[in-house]
């Protein structure tokens, strides 16, 4: 029995047979679907088992890529190359305040030196209010009550700077720099820094000896002497 032609649906005589796009067609019928144009098995091109002419081809658009080598590939530089830009956006926001921050290794090891920046801050204000309370106690009495005698005045007593440990590294301020935050120290060039403790690449922690604050400073605005 003799197949129907894949157009005209009409018995196709092995004469005249072209088999082609898992179909049998009539040398005249084997045709363009746009144009009509006749076709032949050198310069036909299929699109969903019908022929067409190189012209009227059906343009097609892929939306989903295969999942190769290459493109696993291209996706591991791509992760890698976020979390580059990530790391150096953070670099340069850091001490600026976030909402919300990725617990990422580095993120860790930062709060943990932010806690023991806190629990130094904490024991040398302990210290300080140490001092403060062996001071002897103000009079008993009203501020609007006024000795008669003005030579009863006595001058207020202010509590004396607490001193650094002697001993240790010495810095000095190569530069001036004026402190962005509340745990940083302010710097005038020339300034004697002590006790000084490495924080991170780029901080350190010292006590500023002119002017009694203890905080944090760029490591690269002093120098050892």
């Known amino acids: 029995m003799n197949p129907p032609c894949g157009r ?5 005589y092995p004469t005249e047979k072209i088999n082609c796009l ?8 084997f ?3 746009v144009c009509k144009m006749a076709l032949s098995m050198s310069n036909y091109k299929g699109f969903e088992k019908k022929p067409y002419c190189t012209m009227h ?11 190769t080598p290459e493109n696993k590939r291209l996706k591991q530089q791509t992760m890698l190359n976020s979390q580059a830009l990530y ?4 670099e340069k926001n850091k001490g600026k ?4 921050v990725t617990d990422t290794p580095e993120m860790q090891r930062l709060k943990k030196t932010q806690d023991q920046i ?18 002897p106690p103000p009079e008993n009495r009203r501020d609007d009550e006024q000795p008669s005698d003005p030579r009863l005045i006595q001058p207020a007593v202010q509590p004396r700077p607490v001193a650094p440990p002697a001993g240790g590294p010495r810095y000095q301020a190569l530069y001036s720099y004026t402190a962005a935050e509340a745990d940083e120290v302010s710097l005038q060039e020339g300034d004697l820094i002590l006790n000084v403790e490495t924080i991170d690449a780029g901080w350190v922690f010292g006590f500023n000896q002119r002017t009694g604050q203890r905080g944090m400073l760029p490591a690269n ?3 050892p002497i």
């Open 118 to 135: 806190s629990n130094i801050k904490y024991h040398e204000d302990f210290e300080k209010s140490k001092v403060r309370s062996d001071a």
């Open 8 to 12: 005209c649906k009409k018995p196709v």
């Open 57 to 67: 081809y059906p343009k097609t658009s892929f939306t989903i890529v295969t999942d």
């Open 97 to 100: 305040g976030f909402s919300v």
């Open 87 to 90: 790391k150096e956006d953070f």
């Open 31 to 33: 045709s363009c679907e």
């Open 221 to 223: 605005y002093i120098r």
């Open 22 to 29: 898992d179909k049998f067609w009539h040398k005249g019928c």
